[in-house]
């Protein structure tokens, strides 16, 4: 795992000094989902009514399932905190 410095900073950010110390701020990290082939698959499959699976939509959690990050993708993350 490596992260490029400042290469997702928007151009018009100024450093301007430290936060104050009891500030909060909100940091969101992304981790590349899996198995998102077979979630258009499966899209174009429930879309079709010419298909058996016509109109049998998964559920979010199902969706959620399929797609979530590896394992391994996590603890890199949490490593890296």
């Not at 698959?41 to 959620?64: C, M, R, W």
Request: net charge neutral; proline share 9%; aromatic share 10%.
């Amino acid at each position: 795992f490596e992260m490029e410095p400042d290469s997702y900073s928007p151009n018009r950010w100024q450093k301007t000094g430290r936060a104050p110390k009891d500030a909060k701020i909100q940091l969101n990290f992304m981790v590349k989902q899996t198995n998102m082939d077979k979630l258009e698959a499966i899209f174009h499959l429930v879309s079709d009514p010419t298909t058996p699976f016509y109109g049998k939509h998964l559920t979010n959690q199902e969706v959620h399932t399929l797609v979530a990050p590896k394992p391994e993708s996590l603890e890199t993350l949490r490593q890296y905190l």
